[in-house]
């Protein structure tokens, strides 16, 4: 049984760069195998992990849909699409990456949306951890990846709208009856030098728990300036020592 992770809040706020960072700590504690989920339409956490992506499920899905009909002899529809899938599966030392893509295009995909989250669920089993990367809002983790999340992490930039908006999150995964065994706060891009009162907005308000800020860090900078995986920052740089202690409050 895998331990699995999500990433979620609004667009803008550094999901991808969290992960990336994340998965980096996960490796240096030695807490693998991992698969990483893109699971955001505007894909890019391949990028920040250094890896090219050349297919996606939504494009395979798409493919295989166009090609039902032709599923060889003796493979059932659900053996078809799991064995191309599964040529989705980038491997690498220490963690594998899948990538959702884009979403649906015209007509109903329940079905095959229904076989990828079987799919997902069943290669979940063959690693420690799993991290998903999620676009903005939360349905896209009912729709199509795994449905069990061990941690929730809502992601909030520094002003009080992203406050809300993680608020808001955390209530619609409550609406949408998510299976989440714990969920907590982290601020990323916090201006230096600005007043942190955070951990009470969110605990009275939310009631939830804040496990860290990610102040505005120049090393993340460059290296998305330099084009460099984030997943390459020195283990003793300021994120990555942040995010180590959002890892101990964790409890992984």
């Known amino acids: 049984m895998s331990y699995t992770i999500a990433v979620a809040g609004k667009g803008g706020t550094g999901k991808t760069t969290l992960c990336a960072l994340l998965l980096a700590e996960l490796l240096q504690q030695g807490k693998g195998p991992i698969l990483a989920i893109d699971a955001d339409a505007n ?19 798409e493919d295989v849909l166009g090609s039902i009909n032709k599923v060889p002899a003796g493979m059932t529809k659900e053996d078809f ?3 191309h899938i599964q040529s989705a599966l980038i491997e690498t030392d220490g963690f594998d990456l899948i990538t959702m893509g884009r979403p649906e295009g015209p007509g109903c995909y329940c079905y095959a949306n229904n076989l990828i989250r079987r799919i997902v669920d069943a290669l979940s089993k063959n690693y420690a951890f799993m991290l998903i990367d999620n676009e903005a809002g939360l349905e896209h983790l009912s729709r199509r990846t795994t449905r069990n999340i061990d941690y929730l992490l809502l992601l909030a930039d520094a002003s009080f709208r992203g406050l809300e908006t993680v608020g808001r999150i955390a209530e619609l995964a409550r609406e949408m009856k998510l299976n989440i065994a714990r969920q907590g706060v982290i601020v990323s891009r916090l201006p230096q030098g600005v007043a942190q009162n955070h951990a009470q907005l969110v605990k009275e308000k939310w009631n939830l728990e804040l496990l860290g800020i990610i102040p505005q860090n120049d090393d993340i900078q460059n290296q998305d300036i330099a084009g460099s995986p984030l997943i390459e920052l020195p283990a003793d740089c300021s994120a990555r020592q942040i995010v180590r202690g ?3 409050k964790m409890g992984i």
């Open 81 to 83: 699409l799991e064995y």
């Open 246 to 248: 959002i890892v101990d």
């Open 43 to 61: 894909a890019n956490l391949g990028q920040v992990l250094g890896i090219t992506v050349k297919q996606t499920v939504g494009s395979i899905r």
